[in-house]
């Protein structure tokens, strides 16, 4: 079996395979670098890098790339806002997006072009789309697609034409400027649009006068640039960009090329955060820093954000991120399990263990592999793992059994991207009836009394203690 996922473009369950070669290409629709990304684009994002995980896993190379969108209006306004070039504002925020990404154990994309490192590229597009009849220039020196020009216009969305709205320039649903009225039709869309003051200095030669790009012609021209200009397997993002963003990058794509620009869509619904939409005037759109701040560390963020199935829409709350920190610490509880049979320690769980090598058999975890590669199951995937630990952490295994399963586990933790025994916690001393409880379950651990062991790591738990088992003894660490 390899893998499968729902498809968006069929609205059917398809298997994964590259349309040529061995190498799967997988776009996604990157970051908007104006300030730190919000724990929805991250569950976007992360559920990417757990895709590629799996596939990877599953034996497929994975070229993924995933575009800095570093221009567009709010780029734009806000490094205006903050007295700085475009450059430095953008660049800023990507390298921060890079810190936050890493924080959460995903995987660098082979590559991240920008819209800006793309503009003798974007405008060759604008150029091939008017020379073939699907793009016109207006007075202004903008240009717009001539939607009605590709029959195939709303395939992706099954909008009708009448369905279709005015284009908006990005998710946000910001309209076009009210001064676009030479268009042909309502529901063309901008490729080209010719320099107004407000942009001040971000602006580009092009044959049609100054200016800059439209937003949804950048992920065109670099799924070109990045893919030579082939049929990509698959195109990600979340569900909020498949109309009209990704419905506008298939027409730009199909017409200047005149053949399928990406095989299968991938989109992840969203994140609410306690029932209600992300947004400012909530003050729920957090950020990695703020649950950070809140003494979340990223593995627990990482864990809450992929633990729901993608299709559907993941509340979070702060119960959950709670209940996420104890699942963690419940597989590391099963990990130390296995370790003490093998006769290794924590501390090399992750280098030995937690790798992208699958095994033949994952064993009893084939239920918790079988959910990843079958639409990307992440809930029944760890419901199975779950189920594995279930009363009995140790399972009755000698060494060699326990190194089978830990390298089963591993590499099922290698694919959900988690890392165990990761979590930061605040270092405090611990009062002294603490620590003689502590002292109690090690020393029940080493006399292999596995039950006491357990229920007084529960009573320390209980009272809002994580114990970190390493060689030679324990530490104590505030649960957050
Ligand atoms: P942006 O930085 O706004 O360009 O968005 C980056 C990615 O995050 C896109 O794939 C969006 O669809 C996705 N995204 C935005 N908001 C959410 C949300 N609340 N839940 C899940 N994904 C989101
Ligand atoms: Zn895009």
Redesign the pocket.
């Known amino acids: 079996m390899s893998v499968e996922l729902y498809d968006t473009l069929s609205r059917s369950i398809q298997t994964l395979a590259p349309v040529s070669g061995d190498t799967l290409r997988f776009y996604?629709?990157?970051?908007?670098?104006y300030g730190p990304?919000?724990?929805?684009?991250?569950?976007?994002?992360l559920i990417q890098d757990t895709l590629r995980r799996v596939l990877e896993v599953d034996g497929t190379p994975v070229k993924h790339v995933r575009n800095i969108?570093d221009l567009d209006d709010k780029t734009i306004r806000q490094s205006q806002a903050e007295g700085k070039t475009l450059t430095n504002f953008t660049t800023y925020w990507t390298e921060k997006f890079h810190a936050d990404c890493d924080a959460l154990n995903m995987l660098r994309p082979s590559a991240e072009p920008s819209a800006v490192a793309h503009i003798p590229q974007q405008i060759a597009l604008v150029e091939k789309l008017i020379e073939k009849g699907h793009a016109y220039a207006t007075e202004d020196g903008s240009v717009y697609f001539r939607v009605g020009s590709f029959e195939d216009y709303g395939r992706l969305s099954r909008l009708k034409q009448r369905e279709l709205k005015t284009q908006s320039e990005?998710?946000?649903g910001e309209l076009n400027d009210a001064d676009e009225y030479d268009r042909e039709s309502a529901s063309d869309f901008a490729l080209w649009k010719s320099r107004k003051p407000e942009d001040g200095d971000n602006f580009w030669n092009s044959p049609w006068g100054k200016g800059r790009p439209g937003w949804h012609l950048e992920c065109s021209a670099m799924v070109d640039s990045a893919f030579g200009g082939e049929t990509i397997d698959l195109h990600?993002?979340?569900?909020?960009?498949c109309f009209p963003h990704h419905e506008n990058e298939i027409a730009q794509s199909e017409c200047a090329h005149g053949h399928d620009f990406c095989k299968h869509w991938f989109h992840?619904?969203?994140?609410?955060v306690e029932g209600e939409?992300?947004s400012k005037s909530l003050g729920n759109l957090y950020t990695l820093d703020d649950l950070r701040e809140k003494g979340f560390s990223p593995m627990v963020v990482r864990y809450t954000l992929i633990a729901g199935s993608y299709r559907q829409q993941?509340n979070f709350t702060f119960d959950g991120l709670h209940a996420s920190q104890s699942a963690l610490t419940k597989l590391e509880r099963f990990a130390e399990a296995l370790l003490t049979k093998t006769g290794e320690d924590s501390d090399s769980f992750n280098a030995s263990y937690v790798t992208a090598n699958a095994p033949d058999d994952f064993g009893r975890l084939a239920k918790a592999w079988d959910a990843l590669r079958q639409n990307l199951n992440t809930a029944a995937s760890l419901g199975a793992i779950f189920g594995v630990i279930g009363s009995n952490p140790a399972p009755s295994l000698d060494a060699g059994g326990a190194r089978a399963l830990l390298r089963a586990f591993g590499c099922l933790l290698y694919a959900l991207g988690l890392e165990l025994f990761t979590i930061e916690a605040k270092t405090i001393d611990a009062p002294d009836e603490v620590v003689a409880l502590a002292q109690a379950r090690w020393d029940a651990k080493q006399a292999k009394d596995w039950g006491k062991a357990d229920q007084l790591r529960d009573a320390l738990l209980a009272q809002g203690w994580v114990i970190k088992d390493g060689k030679d003894g324990f530490e104590l660490e505030l649960k957050s």
């Open positions: 996604c629709c990157g970051p908007t670098v990304a919000h724990i929805g684009n991250f569950r976007t994002f969108t990005n998710s946000a990600g993002g979340g569900i909020d960009l992840s619904a969203h994140l609410m939409k992300m993941l």
